[in-house]
């Protein structure tokens, strides 16, 4: 699609159907997202006179927090740069999210260290977790782990805790840091003390993404986030309590990583339904990579699958799904594309590429680069859009429709050369009433409601 088309679109906020040959249908199956199977959206975008988030008529908006507020619990600023959240139930209708806030060394507000949360005292990274409500009105906002790094995004457990990742691969004595970074780590969104800040060192050290965990086999999928070659790969960890449970993970477990034979790169693959049944998971010589990154590890003469931009990771009814949010050939990717989504089926060890976003394929979005995902109440998927321009957070149905459901209109660049805060941390309360959203910059997080189920 070309740059004017995007443009026209994002001034617009007209809607961008196109046309699908596939179903999109395997993608929803068996969650509560599948019940209204979709419509082709709700409207063009209404300009906010406020000029922080244009919606579609019906919908509204409430700022829940804002970077450099004061957290209700007194422990310093509401740090900077928001990024993966998670929306959790609580008791008497209460909801909790917990948030990651993506701080590298130069962050402008970090997380505040609190004794005995803090990993690292000179990680400026971790996360904060907010109390809601029913109303979705703040009733706390309190450090959930702090001295971590580069915290993007992770994913939900099914005994209700979050996975926070850091994006790095920083080790001791480098950028100031005491300890070894690019771990998992454990977040109770209730009492984060119950957790602390213990890394989950057996799960992995490299540039964590997303996670997504199979809830009949406790078995944890996780995307690794390489722009650069060699590209990321797609892991399992195989836990030895998969039963689960909180603080379970600390036992320990396996790591592997994805094969899929005759199939260095994932981005040569073009056509959607395209599969392969006989996927491998091969042993991570060292997953702690304390001489080597994993991504550049020895896996025998096989090799191994690598992708560009793994990022989001989700388990919809008996798969994961996981992200490939761009591929260059220009930087080394083995064709170009603007988005794939992959299916990996564990029963059949089966891995399909359900959908390719960008020009000349089934589903194009006005912008480029889908970054989070997660189900929509109505049917299909909401997606994140972290490209350059105008930034939105679009729909895309069961039959393959791109809708806008919301742009961002906080301007952190210049009148002569605009730049919009990417979205990220996109996902709905636990009764599907509300979305949650977070601005990467400058950080806010959004609660929007209206009619979802229309």
Known sequence: MSATRRQVLARTGAVAGVAFTGSLSELFAGTAAAKGMGKAGYGPLVPDPKGLLDLPKGFRYRVLSREGDRMLSGEGQVPSNHDGMAAFGGRRGQVHLVR???NRPTAPIRVPPVRGLTYDPEGMGGCTALTLDPGHRVLGERVAIAGTSTNCAGGPTPWGTWLTCEETEDKAGTNGYTKDHGFIFEVDPVDPHRTGAVPLKAMGRFQHEAIAIDPRHGIVYETEDAFERPFGLFYRFLPEKPRGGLGSLRAGGALQAMRVPGVPDLSAIQETGASFDRVEWVDVPDPLAEETPIRFQDFGPKGITHA????GCYWGGRSV???SSFARSSEGSAADHYGQIWRYDPDRRRLTLVIV????????LPGEEPDNICLAPSGGLMVAEDGEGAQHVYGVTTRGEVYPMARGRQNIGTPEEPEWGEF????????????FVNCYTPGTTFAVTGPWHR
């Open 100 to 102: 990651n806030h993506e």
């Open 321 to 323: 799904y996981f992200v």
């Open 357 to 364: 976003f960008g020009p000349d394929t089934d589903v194009q």
């Open 308 to 311: 560009q931009k793994l990022e």
């Open 424 to 435: 990220a941390g996109v996902c709905f309360s636990p009764d599907y009433d509300t979305m």
